[in-house]
C-alpha cells in the first residue's frame, strides 16, 4: 500500500512539475489547487516530508537525498549507496533512514541544519568578532535554563577569544506567567550596560520564586537607575527587541527552552564535553 501511494505521490509530483501552468480545478466532488512545485535535480524514487511539513526530502536515481524547504529552496543533498530504494524520516527531521535492497541493510542518519539567527543589538559575553557563535534561546522562570550560565561560562572560560555567547529570550507564556516581565525587565537593564548582571541576579532567585517584588529589588541591587529602568521595561522599543527575540526563535523553529546553537547548529548534548567538540569542529573549518 505504502509503495503504490508513494508511486501516485511521485506521479503528482511529476505532473506539477512537468505540466505548467497547473490551476485550480475540480473533478466531481474533488477540488485541488497547485500550492507550489519545482524542478528536481534527479529522477525521483521515494519521498517523505517532516511532521511539520517544513521540509522534503527526495530520495533521487543519483544515490542522492535531496532537501529542500516547504517552499523548495535547496537545503543541500546526501550521499547514500547505490542499493538504497526507501526512505522514512523521524517526524521533525533530524534523522534519515535508509532501506537498501541491494545488501539488505537499515542505516539511520543524524541530520542537523545550519540555521541563521539575526543577532543584531542582542546581549553577548566573549570576543565581539569570534569565529565561533553560540546563541541560547532561553526562559527566565525554567528551572532548566538556570543550569545553563555555569556551562557557558566553563565554555568562555576555556575559549576566550575564540567564542561569543549571545542571549535569546523565549519566554514561554502559557506556563511561565512571569517569565515575559522578567524578560522585558533583563532587556531593561541592557539599556542601562547590565543585562549580565541582571540575567544572574535573575535566575539566582529561582523560577519558582520568581515574581515582579523579587525583579524589581534585584534591579536596584545591581546599580540600575530605577527610574530608567522602570521606564525602559514598559516602553515600545524594549517590547519591540523582545518580539524580535520571538521572532527569530519562531524563524529558526526554535520552540523549548533552553535550546542553543553553535554557528547556527543545534546542540542536543548539553554536556561539557559535547559542547567543546562542537567548539572545536567549527574552528577546525575555519582553519
Known amino acids: 500500500m505504502k509503495r503504490i501511494l508513494l508511486m501516485c505521490a511521485l506521479s503528482l509530483l511529476a505532473a506539477q512539475i512537468l505540466v505548467a501552468p497547473l490551476y485550480a480545478s475540480q473533478s466531481g466532488d474533488v477540488d485541488w489547487n497547485k500550492i507550489t512545485s519545482w524542478k528536481l535535480d534527479a529522477k525521483p524514487l521515494d519521498l517523505v516530508h517532516s511532521l511539520d511539513n517544513q521540509k522534503v526530502y527526495i530520495l533521487g536515481d543519483d544515490s542522492k537525498v535531496h532537501i529542500f524547504s516547504a517552499k523548495g529552496a535547496k537545503l543541500g543533498a546526501i550521499p547514500v549507496a547505490e542499493g538504497v530504494t526507501a526512505i522514512d524520516i523521524e517526524p521533525r527531521g533530524t534523522r534519515l533512514y535508509l532501506i537498501n535492497e541491494k545488501d539488505n541493510t537499515f542505516t539511520s542518519l543524524a541530520i542537523s541544519f545550519v540555521t541563521p539567527i539575526d543577532i543584531t543589538g542582542s546581549p553577548f559575553l566573549g570576543n565581539e568578532n569570534a569565529p565561533v557563535v553560540l546563541v541560547v534561546f532561553s526562559d527566565f522562570q525554567c528551572p532548566y535554563c538556570g543550569r545553563i550560565p555555569q556551562l557557558l561560562e566553563q565554555l568562555l572560560e576555556n575559549n576566550p577569544q575564540t567564542v561569543k ?55 536596584r541591587e545591581i546599580g540600575l537607575d530605577m527610574e530608567q529602568f522602570n521606564n525602559d521595561r514598559t516602553s515600545p522599543a524594549v517590547k519591540q527587541q523582545l518580539a524580535k527575540d520571538l521572532a527569530d526563535a519562531r524563524e529558526a523553529q526554535v520552540t523549548g527552552t533552553p535550546t542553543l546553537l553553535v554557528n547556527g547548529r543545534l546542540i542536543s548534548d548539553r554536556s561539557p564535553q559535547a559542547l567543546q567538540k562542537a567548539v572545536d569542529r567549527e574552528m577546525a573549518k575555519s582553519r
Open 165 to 219: 555567547i549571545v542571549f535569546k529570550n523565549l519566554p514561554l507564556t502559557r506556563i511561565h506567567k512571569i517569565a515575559e516581565p522578567a524578560a522585558l525587565a533583563a532587556l531593561a537593564a541592557h539599556k542601562q550596560g547590565k543585562f549580565w548582571q541582571m540575567h544572574d541576579a535573575i535566575f539566582a532567585i529561582g523560577g519558582n520564586k520568581l515574581n515582579m517584588e523579587k525583579i524589581v529589588a534585584a534591579a
